[in-house]
C-alpha cells in the first residue's frame, strides 16, 4: 500500500510540472511553425507507399526541429494550445507565420531592361 501511494505521489507531481512549461516566445514560435509547416509539406509531397511511412519520417522531422530550437514536443503542444484558446493571439501569431514564409519564398525581383 505505501509503494501505491508513492507511485501515485509521484504521478501527480509529474503532470503538475508538465503543465507549468516555460513559455516559448511568440517569434520563435512562429519560426517553429514555419519549419513544421515546410517539413509537412516535403513529406506531403514524397508519396510514400503508406501513410505509416510518412508518419514515422514526419515525426523524425519534427524532433529535429523542436531540437533546433531547444524545445520538447510537450512544451511546444502547450504553447500552441494558449494561442488557439485565444484567437486575436492566434491570428496575430499566424500573422507572424505568414511574413516569415513570405520572406523565405519570396522570389527575386528581376529586372527588365
Not at 494550445?81 to 513570405?102: A, G, H, S, T, W
Request: glycine content about 2%; aromatic content about 12%.
Amino acid at each position: 500500500m505505501r509503494n501505491l501511494y508513492f507511485l501515485l505521489c509521484l504521478v501527480c507531481w509529474a503532470c503538475g510540472e508538465s503543465s507549468t512549461s516555460q513559455p516559448i516566445e511568440e517569434d520563435k514560435l512562429a519560426e517553429i511553425l514555419v519549419d513544421i509547416h515546410i517539413e509537412e509539406s516535403k513529406v506531403s509531397n514524397m508519396h510514400f507507399g503508406s501513410i505509416d511511412s510518412s508518419i514515422l519520417v514526419y515525426h523524425h522531422q519534427e524532433k529535429l526541429i523542436f531540437k533546433k530550437y531547444g524545445v520538447d514536443s510537450l512544451q511546444f503542444a502547450q504553447n500552441f494550445d494558449r494561442y488557439v484558446q485565444e484567437p486575436k493571439d492566434f491570428l496575430r501569431l499566424y500573422d507572424k507565420v505568414n511574413k516569415i514564409m513570405e520572406k523565405r519564398f519570396k522570389k527575386p525581383e528581376t529586372s527588365h531592361r
